[in-house]
């Protein structure tokens, strides 16, 4: 089989993991995640998954009457770290090998993230699943992600969301919006009305050249269908 990208990034928000539920962690999302990870594992294509941590605390939105930025920032990477352990117990569950690894020391929790540990995992055919952000405040694990995808030599960040690429406005309120098929970075930072990424994180990739394609999970074999070099959702590059 022949592979677009043999190495590549997810970004899975925290909201994603708390499914209908609005908050904590559902299983059931859990497993179908797991699903569509399979598949694109069985083609050869190595995984790194970056979890957010907003189904439990959003530290930009969090903050406020006596609760500083920094403190709720690192509950949301807290959080993040939880999401991360226990979507590798999914998955480890449902026959996809997986390591949870944690950029904020916690020894009992799960393993300490360092990039020899991350790629030994990867070539010994595991998913590897990040926690903790980049262990900083002020910084959104979109960035994460691009930072991750450039220091672990991923082909690609791959951002899902709830709609099936980068839309011309939010099409959640306007019913003209239009799907864009491929854009070019400038195009996503320049345009107030691309938000389906952090603007630090695209100008990351803009600046170290690193793919970006956003999709939704919700279309079953997505993933696999882009490491195979089929056209899913949008590419910015």
């Given amino acids: 089989m022949k592979l677009t990208y043999t190495r590549i990034v997810v970004k899975i928000s925290g909201e994603q993991l708390a499914g209908g539920d609005g908050f904590g962690f559902n299983t059931t999302v859990a497993k179908k995640i797991a699903q569509e990870i399979a598949q694109v ?5 190595e995984v790194v998954i970056i979890v957010g941590g ?10 406020g009457d006596g609760l500083r930025r920094v403190t709720a920032d690192f ?6 770290v939880m ?13 996809v090998p997986a390591n949870a690894l ?3 020391k916690m020894d009992q929790v799960a393993d300490f993230y360092t ?8 070539r010994k055919g595991r998913a590897v699943i990040v926690g903790g952000g980049i262990a900083r405040p ?4 979109d960035t994460v992600a691009v930072s991750l995808a450039l220091e672990l030599d991923c082909d690609v960040v791959v951002k899902v969301t709830k709609v099936d690429g980068v839309y011309s406005k939010d099409p959640a309120k306007f019913a003209d919006a239009t799907r864009v098929a491929a854009m070019t970075f400038d195009q996503a930072v320049a345009d107030p009305h691309i938000k389906v990424m952090d603007k630090a994180a695209l100008g990351l990739a803009m600046e170290q050249g690193k793919k970006i394609v956003v999709c939704d999970l919700a279309t079953p074999g997505n993933l696999v269908k882009l490491v195979t070099g089929e056209q899913v959702g949008t590419l910015i590059s």
């Fill in 41 to 45: 594992v069985a083609t050869g294509t």
């Fill in 54 to 63: 907003g189904n439990y605390m959003r530290g930009a939105n969090g903050s």
């Fill in 75 to 80: 509950m949301g990477m807290m959080g993040s």
């Fill in 83 to 95: 999401n991360a352990t226990a979507t590798a117990d999914v998955f480890n569950a449902n026959s």
């Fill in 102 to 104: 944690t950029t904020v």
């Fill in 115 to 122: 990039q020899r540990r991350a790629l030994h995992h990867l």
């Fill in 138 to 141: 002020f910084v959104t694990t």
